[in-house]
């Protein structure tokens, strides 16, 4: 079965970490484009955070303002995952989060793959 596995989220107080993972199943992840998105109740989904196939030698990230400075999104190919850690967090960043294929260069998701959907709570 070919997907994305999001895990981790949950609740955290003001201030503090949580860290999601997206874990490629029956494709090989290094060689995607990948995204962070979230969508909070009664708002746009947010593009957050993407980072460059391991065939773009640029190794490139992008971090939308609302999280730059906070949030630090990696991959691990050997595990083949995407990880999304997010630290210093405030309650405005409540949402649920998802990760998805996307096109380089952009947010705009591929609709090859998208994670199940992870809730990230923030309490003040």
């Known amino acids: 079965q070919v997907h994305l596995v999001q895990s981790g989220g949950g609740l955290a107080q003001s201030g503090g970490s949580l860290t999601l993972s997206c874990a490629a199943s029956g494709f090989t992840l290094e060689y995607y484009t990948i995204g962070w998105f979230r969508q909070a109740p009664g708002k746009e989904r947010e593009g957050i955070s993407s980072?460059?196939?391991?065939?773009?030698?640029?190794?490139?990230?992008y971090y939308a303002e609302s999280v730059k400075g906070r949030f630090t999104i990696s991959r691990d190919n050997a595990k083949n995952t995407v990880y999304l850690q997010m630290n210093s967090l405030k309650p405005e960043d409540t949402a649920v989060y998802y990760c998805?294929?996307?096109?380089?260069?952009?947010?705009?998701?591929?609709?090859?793959?998208w994670g199940q959907g992870t809730q990230v709570t923030v309490s003040s």
């Open positions: 980072i460059n196939s391991s065939l773009d030698r640029s190794g490139g990230t």
């Open positions: 998805a294929t996307i096109v380089r260069g952009t947010m705009v998701p591929t609709n090859d793959y």
